[in-house]
Structure formats: C-alpha cells, structure tokens
T-cell receptor
Framework: AQSVSQHNHHVILSEAASLELGCNYS??????LFWYVQYPGQHLQLLLK??????LVKGIKGFEAEFIKSKFSFNLRKPSVQWSDTAEYFC???????????FGTGTRLKVLA | DARVTQTPRDKVTEMGQEVTMRCQPI?????VFWYRQTMMQGLELLAY????????DSGMPKDRFSAEMPDATLATLKIQPSEPRDSAVYFC???????????????FGPGTRLLVL
C-alpha cells in the first residue's frame, strides 16, 4: 500500500534559521506531490505542488521543495523562517488518476521569535 | 476568490444526538472529499465523491456515519447517533477530476469543529 512518511514530528527553530522538512513516499508509479500548511486553528492551505518538469518547485511565502525521484522524496525547504511560519506542515501524495491523497502525519514547526 | 465553505464552523452536542455537517464545494468542482482530523489519528479520509456518486467510503464507520451529495453544490456528512469519540475537526475538500494533472489539487474548507459531550 502507498504511504507517506514525515520523519520529523516536531521541529523548533529560531527566526532566520533554515528549514528542511523531510517527506518520503512509497509508490513506484507516477505521482503528484503536495505540501500543505495548517496555521493554528485554520484549514489546510496549499503551499506548493509538483506534477512534472523542473523538480525544484517554488511555492508561496518563500517555500520551495525538491522532488528527487530516485529517493522517493519531496523535501520542503525555506532559507530563513519567520515566527509566522509556526504551523503544521503536511506532505501529500496523489497517485495519478486516483484523485485520492495520501497524507503524511504532519510536522509541527515552532519558530521562536 | 473561490473557496470551499463549510457549516457550521463549530458544533457542540450531546452524545446520542444527530449531527449534520455541510459543505459547498468550489463551483465547477466535481470531486468532494471528507476528512477527519484528530490529535491521535491525524488526517483521515472518510469518503469521497465524484460527480455526486460515492467512490470510496471505506474510511467511514458505516453504522453511524453517512455522506451524501444531494446536488452538485452541497455535500453532507451526518453522524447519528454521535459519540464523544467523534469529537474532531471535519474538513471538506473539493477538486476537479478527471482533468489535467495540474487540476488534481484538493482545496480545503475551513472545517467544522465538533465536540460531543
């Protein structure tokens, strides 16, 4: 069965630190990849998505992610985090044509001012 | 700015009562998903519809949960009878399928926060 792993459950960083959140999936076919962010008390918002082409994807709020097919990974990065990035981040995989997402368990990021 | 809307935003009820949650997908979207989010289980897919027909409801407890799409602009999730363990945030998401790969994106509503006492 397909699965998505987010190895970091909780991350605490100081402002201006660099961020990298890991996401690995298990599926050998064609997938679409997503990162969503959920700010405290709010709904999931799409940060960025990858379908094809350039494996380095840029999203909103200065986030980017790199798809490395050989490693089945889609890690999220931001060079310098802000206090307002405190949120929970979810990686999701959609097997092409199934319309169904498989979500990771999420990573809670706390940025200290 | 098209958005998924959900009502109510918050619901407090007593065990045994019926709860109905509503979702209005983005106009033109034909796929609707219901998720439940809890601290313990994270984000779980309960059911999803395409063109108003249920495609998969294997994540939903069948004895008390039911999901329907009376029309293309309304999806409902009903719990009867409700139990304290149903306390969670219930999210609806919508998308467009089949479409181009770039259209296979789910857009989430604000959620219904349910507390069953």
């Amino acid at each position: 069965a397909q699965s998505v792993s987010q190895h970091n459950h909780h991350v605490i960083l100081s402002e201006a630190a660099s961020l990298e959140l890991g996401c690995n999936y298990s599926y050998g076919g064609t997938v679409n990849l997503f990162w969503y962010v959920q700010y405290p008390g709010q709904h999931l918002q799409l940060l960025l998505k990858y379908f094809s082409g350039d494996p380095l994807v840029k999203g909103i709020k200065g986030f980017e992610a790199e798809f490395i097919k050989s490693k089945f990974s889609f890690n999220l990065r931001k060079p310098s985090v802000q206090w307002s990035d405190t949120a929970e981040y979810f990686c999701a995989v959609n097997v092409q044509g199934t319309y169904k997402y498989i979500f990771g368990t999420g990573t809670r990021l706390k940025v200290l001012a | 700015d098209a958005r998924v809307t959900q009502t109510p935003r918050d619901k407090v009820t007593e065990m045994g009562q019926e709860v109905t949650m509503r979702c209005q997908p983005i106009l033109g979207h034909n796929t609707v998903f219901w998720y439940r989010q809890t601290m313990m289980q994270g984000l779980e897919l309960l059911a999803y519809f395409r063109n108003r027909a249920p495609l998969d409801d294997s994540g939903m407890p069948k004895d008390r949960f039911s999901a329907e799409m009376p029309d293309a602009t309304l999806a409902t999730l009903k719990i009867q009878p409700s139990e304290p363990r149903d306390s969670a945030v219930y999210f609806c998401a919508s998308g467009l399928a089949p479409g181009t790969r770039s259209q296979e994106t789910q857009y989430f509503g604000p959620g219904t926060r349910l507390l069953v006492l």
